[in-house]
C-alpha cells in the first residue's frame, strides 16, 4: 500500500466522525440540491439536452486534434500567442519566462482549477511576484493557506462563523461582521489589486474552436475585472475544454449553470478573442493562451477511460457522491476530487500513487445520473479498479483475503462449512481491525440459507 493511500485512509477515518464538517457540508449541499431542483425544473426535456452536450463532446474526442488546431490557428490571427505545455513542468516555465518578460509584481487570478493543477501561485510566489485569488471562496482559501475544498465551490467546508473568524485573525475585521460585510471588505481589498496588477490570468470553461475564443463563466465580476485592467492576460486552460462552435454555448451555458449552481445562466459569461484592439479603451495589450495536456492524452489514449474527457467541471457528481459529503474534498488530496477525480487522477498522476481513489465509491451510480454529459463514471471506476489489481498495486492483505473468499464462495459448501457462531466471531475481527469500532457488520443466523431451505421442505 502506497503512502498517499495509507494517508487517504487515516483523512477519511478522521473526517468522517467529524461532526461539525458534517453539518457544515450537508448545510451547504442542502442548498445546493434545492437550487439544482429549480435549476431542472426550468428544462421540458433536461435528459434531451444531456444527450446533445454528450453527442457534441463525444464528437470532439473523435476529432480532438482538428479542433485544436482550428483553435488555434483562428486565435493567433488576432495576436494571441498561443503555447503548448506537455506538461506542469513545462507550463511553469512558459509562465515564469511571461512573469519575468513584463516585469510582474503583482497578477490577479479568476478562479480556475488548471492554475491549481500546476500550483500557479506557488510559481509566482517564488519569482517574487504576488498572485491574488479574485474569486471570493478562492480569496477565503488563500487567506487560510489552503486549497479549493469543491472544484465549484471552493470554501464549502467553511461555515459563515468560520470565515468571520478568519478574517478577524487576519485582516482585524469585527468578529461578529455578517457575509455582506465580509463581502464588501474583500470587494475593496481587490478593487485596488485590479487597478495595479501587471497580469491577469483566468481559465477557460471553453475552448471555441470556429471562432477562436475563450469562454469564461462566473458569477462575481472578478474574471471581467481581471482582464479588464492589466496589461497582460495569461489563460491557462486543458486541452479538453474545446468545443466545435460557438454557437453550441447555448446548451452548454445553461447546462452548466444548472448542474452547477442551479442558475438559469451564471451571471456572467465572457468570450475572449484576443489582446486590446486600437479602437479599445480597456482589456489586455498582450494576450496568451497555455493548452495544458498534464497527463490528458494518458486517459485519451485508454479506450476504457476516454470519455472521462468529455466533462465540464460542473461539480455535479461532487454534490451527489455519498463517499465525498462523507470524507469531505481535502481528504483526496488532489487537484480534482470526487467521482471525476477519482476516475482522472490515476492517469494524470499515475496509478502507483493514486489509484487508490478509484476504490472510494459505493458505485451507487449517483455521479452517473446526475452528469450532464453522460460520463460512465461507474463504469470507468470498475475499469480502474481492474488496471490497479492487474498492475499489483493492492495491498498483500485483501489480495489473501479475496482468495480466501473465493475459495470458499466457489460452492455451497464452503459457505455452510463454519457456523453462524464462527462467522460471527471472524466478521467481529474483521469490523475492529479492519472498518472501526463505529461501523457494524449484520450479524449471521446460526443457520445458514441453505440449511433452513432444507429444514424448511423437509417439513413441508
Not at 198 to 221: K, R, Y
Not at 284 to 296: Q, T
Not at 307 to 320: F, K, Q, T
Not at 424 to 433: C, D
Request: charged share 25%; with cysteine.
Amino acid at each position: 500500500m502506497s503512502s498517499n493511500s495509507r494517508n487517504f485512509s487515516k483523512a477519511a477515518e478522521k473526517i468522517s466522525f467529524d461532526e461539525k464538517h458534517r453539518k457544515t457540508i450537508q448545510f451547504n449541499i442542502s442548498r445546493y440540491d434545492t437550487a439544482v431542483s429549480k435549476g431542472m425544473a426550468r428544462y421540458k426535456n433536461v435528459e434531451l439536452a444531456k444527450d446533445h452536450a454528450a453527442a457534441i463532446k463525444r464528437d470532439v474526442l473523435n476529432n480532438w486534434g482538428k479542433y485544436l488546431i482550428q483553435f488555434e490557428e483562428n486565435i493567433s490571427s488576432r495576436g494571441v500567442e498561443v503555447l503548448w505545455a506537455t506538461d506542469a513542468k513545462e507550463a511553469t516555465l512558459l509562465i515564469e519566462n511571461i512573469l519575468k518578460e513584463n516585469n510582474a509584481k503583482l497578477l490577479v487570478k479568476s478562479k480556475s482549477m488548471t492554475t491549481e493543477e500546476i500550483e500557479l501561485n506557488e510559481t509566482a510566489e517564488k519569482l517574487g511576484c504576488e498572485s491574488v485569488e479574485t474569486d471570493l471562496g478562492e480569496f477565503i482559501v488563500q487567506v487560510a493557506g489552503e486549497r479549493p475544498y469543491h472544484i465549484v465551490t471552493p470554501a464549502m467546508h467553511k461555515s459563515k462563523e468560520d470565515i468571520a473568524k478568519l478574517f478577524n485573525e487576519k485582516f482585524n475585521t469585527p468578529p461578529e461582521s455578517t457575509p455582506e460585510e465580509l463581502t464588501e471588505y474583500v470587494r475593496q481589498v481587490l478593487r485596488k489589486k485590479y487597478t495595479i496588477a501587471e497580469v491577469g490570468v483566468t481559465g477557460a470553461n471553453f475552448l471555441i474552436a470556429d471562432i477562436g475564443g475563450i469562454s469564461v463563466t462566473e458569477n462575481e465580476g472578478n474574471g471581467l475585472m481581471t482582464t479588464a485592467f492589466p496589461k497582460v492576460h495569461i489563460v491557462i486552460a486543458g486541452i479538453e475544454k474545446i468545443i466545435p462552435e460557438m454557437s453550441q454555448l447555448g446548451l452548454f451555458y445553461p447546462l452548466l449553470a444548472a448542474h452547477g449552481t442551479g442558475q438559469q445562466m451564471t451571471a456572467y459569461n465572457t468570450i475572449f478573442t484576443g489582446p486590446r484592439t486600437k479602437n479599445e479603451v480597456d482589456g489586455p495589450e498582450k494576450m496568451y493562451v497555455i493548452l495544458l495536456d498534464n497527463g490528458r492524452t494518458n486517459v485519451f489514449a485508454d479506450d476504457e477511460a476516454y470519455e472521462s474527457l468529455a466533462c465540464i467541471r460542473c461539480g455535479a457528481c461532487l454534490n451527489g457522491c455519498p463517499v465525498y459529503k462523507t470524507i469531505g474534498g481535502y481528504t483526496y488530496d488532489t487537484t480534482y476530487s470526487g467521482p471525476i477525480g477519482s476516475v482522472l487522477t490515476p492517469f494524470l498522476k499515475g496509478f502507483k500513487d493514486f489509484s487508490h481513489l478509484s476504490f472510494a465509491s459505493t458505485l451507487c451510480g449517483k455521479c452517473v445520473e446526475v452528469c450532464p454529459v453522460r460520463i460512465p463514471l461507474t463504469d470507468i471506476l470498475l475499469v480502474n479498479r481492474r488496471k490497479t489489481v492487474e498492475q499489483n498495486l493492492r495491498p498483500v492483505a485483501e489480495k489473501t483475503i479475496m482468495k480466501g473468499f473465493q475459495f470458499i464462495s466457489a460452492n455451497r459448501k464452503g459457505f455452510d462449512f463454519f457456523s453462524g457462531k464462527l462467522k460471527n466471531i471472524g466478521t467481529f475481527a474483521f469490523n475492529y481491525f479492519g472498518w472501526g469500532p463505529k461501523r457494524i457488520l449484520p450479524k449471521f443466523t446460526n443457520k445458514s440459507f441453505s440449511e433452513q431451505y432444507k429444514d424448511k421442505k423437509l417439513k413441508n
